[in-house]
């Protein structure tokens, strides 16, 4: 395991349609972030994952974005009627809350979304 | 809440030279952590230095370093001898202590370029 795995790099999708993108978290991690970075701004958190459980929302994310996070293990962030302004890079990041806080969260090189 | 504030959007520093990267924060928590990343053109965002508010001494790693002046509310980083492996963008955060729900808040970086 040689840290955060995400799929796939690059997605092309037409207005309106669905799309989804996984995120492998490093195996031991529990916890689990997702960010969503437009060009210019540094990454604005979405939501969070501590094993299966989603504890946190960001108002950024609307009623067509969904996580899931089955057994705690690899994640999914679905985007449903996409839109052009849900152009973006989107991160996903994990830690582990059995070390020392402050260790860095790990992020995976993200999934690029490009809506036509 | 939290909010970052990195006020120089770009910078050409000479190699070898010490560059420093400025970031100042507000928060409402009474314990927190200061962190940067670099973020290559590949995307990844890639951990360098931690600093909780606790902490008397200034953060260091390798050439990295965190100046923290709690009163003025600053975290600036420094990189001592840069290379031309450090251009990137780089982006400094906010957590409150023990992360979990709350996700990092991010400035909107510096882009750091170094010429030969």
């Known amino acids: 395991d040689t840290g955060v795995s995400q799929n796939p790099r690059h997605k092309i999708t037409k207005r309106g349609q669905n799309v989804t993108f996984r995120c492998d978290p490093i195996?031991?991690?529990?916890?689990l972030y997702w960010y969503r970075q437009t060009l210019g701004q540094g990454p604005e958190f979405l939501t969070y994952f501590q094993n299966e459980a989603q504890l946190e929302k960001s108002r950024l994310l609307s009623d067509r974005f969904s996580a899931e996070r089955p057994k705690g293990s690899f994640s999914t962030l679905e985007i449903q009627r996409t839109e052009q302004g849900d152009s973006a890079m989107y991160l996903c990041a994990s830690s582990s809350s059995a070390v020392p806080w402050g260790t860095e969260a790990f992020f995976g090189q993200g999934t690029r979304l490009t809506v036509v | 809440a939290q909010k970052i504030t990195q006020t120089q959007p770009g910078m050409f520093v000479q190699e070898k030279e010490a560059v420093t990267l400025d970031c100042t924060y507000d928060t409402s928590d009474q314990s927190y952590g200061l962190f940067w990343y670099k973020q290559p053109s590949s995307g990844e965002m890639i951990f360098l230095i931690y600093q909780g508010s606790y902490d008397e001494q200034n953060a260091t790693e390798g050439r990295y370093s965190l100046n923290f002046q709690k009163a003025r509310k600053s975290a600036n980083l420094v990189i001592s001898a840069s290379q031309l492996g450090d251009s990137a963008m780089y982006f400094c955060?906010?957590?409150?202590?023990?992360?979990?729900?709350?996700?990092?808040?991010f400035g909107k970086g510096t882009h750091l370029i170094i010429q030969p």
């Open positions: 955060a906010v957590q409150p202590m023990g992360g979990g729900a709350d996700g990092l808040t």
């Open positions: 195996s031991e991690h529990n916890r």
